[in-house]
């Protein structure tokens, strides 16, 4: 079984850009949340969406946004990049469905905005 | 808000010791709590979880011990070896609520040869 896969691993955007980043869930989850990973803020949420719509967002700027297919796959896009969004960007997909709420994340993709 | 604080925020252990790691949350609705283990370059892995409905859970050389009244839980890794030396996260989540997992600090672990 195929897990959840991420790309690209890694980027360079300079300021000012926009970057679009990938998530394609393990086959069956409907569930696709994002996280930010920074050395000093460890793992934020960012946002979670859920049969193509998004269910919950963590506190982050408007810069910020998502989208998530038919498919389950799901995009997060960051516009007007800041140096401070470098970080290790990564998606976690689960089932949730009654008890079923394991999360199983991807590689991640390494944003680093110079 | 909702948080988990987890401690240590470094361990260094002799390979063949025991390695503990504490995280309380603050959310007592709380009753899913997973550890996932992160190697360099990688991403977190699920590696046990715990519900609120036990105390205890145990694989092979790792296990896991909650106390919900003191909102504790603790991740117990027996006989370290080298290749467990990572990054560990604690987190906690509310499936009826936002659904969002709420991560600790993180650990890292060193199992010194």
């Known amino acids: 079984k195929a897990g959840v896969t991420q790309t690209p691993r890694y980027l360079i955007k300079t300021r000012g850009q926009q970057v679009t980043l990938s998530c394609s869930p393990i086959?069956?989850?409907?569930?696709v949340s994002w996280y930010q990973q920074t050395p000093g803020q460890g793992l934020q949420f960012l946002f979670e969406?859920?049969?193509?719509?998004?269910?919950n967002k963590g506190n982050f700027p408007g810069r910020f946004s998502g989208r998530q297919f038919s498919n389950s796959r799901s995009e997060m896009n960051v516009s007007t990049l800041e140096l401070g969004d470098s970080a290790l960007y990564l998606c976690?997909?689960?089932?949730?469905?009654?008890?079923?709420?394991?999360?199983?994340f991807g590689q991640g993709t390494r944003l680093t905005v110079v | 808000g909702e948080n988990v604080e987890q401690h240590p925020s470094t361990l260094s252990v002799q390979e063949g010791d025991s390695a503990v790691i504490k995280c309380t949350y603050s959310?007592?609705?709380?009753?899913?709590f997973p550890w996932y283990k992160q190697e360099l370059g990688k991403g977190p892995q699920l590696i046990i979880d715990?519900?609120?409905?036990?105390g205890e859970k145990k694989d092979q050389r790792i296990a896991v011990t909650l106390n919900k009244t003191a909102k504790h839980f603790s991740l117990h890794i027996t006989e370290t070896q080298p290749e467990d030396s990572a990054v560990y996260f604690c987190?906690?989540?509310?499936?009826?609520?936002?659904?969002?997992?709420?991560f600790g600090t993180g650990t890292r672990l060193k199992v010194l040869a």
């Open positions: 715990i519900r609120s409905n036990v």
């Open positions: 987190a906690a989540i509310n499936p009826s609520g936002t659904y969002k997992y709420i």
């Open positions: 086959s069956g989850h409907r569930s």
């Open positions: 976690a997909s689960s089932l949730r469905q009654g008890r079923n709420t394991e999360a199983f």
């Open positions: 969406y859920f049969s193509e719509t998004q269910r």
């Open positions: 959310d007592s609705a709380s009753n899913y």
